[in-house]
């Protein structure tokens, strides 16, 4: 038996860079680039692709043209596009401007769900079970997310059983697929042993993805980790897009060419193009006028400048 007979051949990679990478940039980003970008994407080999969020302007400016940027998008067959959606008003949006999936989001961390969603976690599982419902009605694809599973930055140490308990209330109310994140980057693969473990002892383990941010490096060894446990869905961002505003050169989510970088090295199929990847990047790079947190991207560019020579 080798260290890496349970890792499954085939992954899924779960680009949420147009929505958690630009969510957090410092500036709007002209939608045209937003929906170019999104196109570049889809075009990469992708199966889930998320778009936006129909949540409150004055909560996240920065995705306040999420009807204009939902209509405008060239959908692939075969590709999914959710959107964050917070309450049945966001629902009705997402719903108005052509949605077919959309993503319902809560937290392992009552203060962390406060300050983000205004709304206790047992509250907020009770919107999220109306939302559900209505959306599995009109036949839409539901992903679930839980943030802060692995830290809080307000409440520290997070337990497994409060993330298992939220997970399973989301599966119980018919999400599709549940995505565990780390909001924050803290976690470290003995912890991701922990939680993903005592998952995996109640849940299906195809239910799962998990979401990794880089913010401490610690990323792509809870991957291998996760991997290991059999899971076989990963979020990441094109570029690394993400982090803290307020921190310059933060980096944010898990860059998705530096997850394709290791599983294409270790022969593990996403159906992703790594090329593609990167021309998207360096497409919304060039919008946003910054270095990419990539380090796969960094790499690429060094050797451009390379045979560019002196
Ligand atoms: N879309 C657009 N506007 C919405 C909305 C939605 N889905 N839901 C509520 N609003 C508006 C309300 O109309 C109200 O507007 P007003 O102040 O102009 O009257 C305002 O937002 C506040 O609404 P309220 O129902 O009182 O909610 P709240 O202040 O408790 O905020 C959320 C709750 C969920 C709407 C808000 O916290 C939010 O959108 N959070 C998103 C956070 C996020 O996206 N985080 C990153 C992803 S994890
Ligand atoms: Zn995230």
Known sequence: MGLFSAVPGRLRVVEVGPRDGLQNEPGFVPTGAKVRFIDLLSEAGFGVVEVTSFVSPRAVPQL??????????RRRPGVRYPVLVPNLRGLERALGAGAQEIAVFTAASETFNL????MSVARSLEVIAEVVREARG??????????VCFGCPYEGQVDPE???GVAGRLLELGVDE???GDTTGVATPRQVEETVGRLLKELPAERLALHFHDTRGTALANVLTGLLMGISAFDSSAGG??????????????????L???????????????????????FILGVLNRPPASRYFQSCQAVRADVRGP
């Open 138 to 147: 009109a036949g839409l694809w539901v992903r679930g997310y839980v943030s």
């Open 260 to 282: 394709l970088y290791m599983l294409q090295g270790m022969g593990i199929e996403t159906g992703v193009d790594l090329d593609k990847v990167v021309a998207a990047t360096r």
């Open 64 to 73: 306040a043209d999420a009807e204009e940027v939902l209509r405008a998008i």
């Open 115 to 118: 300050k983000n969603i205004n």
């Open 162 to 164: 409060k993330v298992l």
């Open 241 to 258: 897009l993400g982090g803290c505003p307020f921190a310059p050169g933060a980096s944010g989510n898990l860059a998705t060419e530096d």
């Open 178 to 180: 549940v995505s565990i």
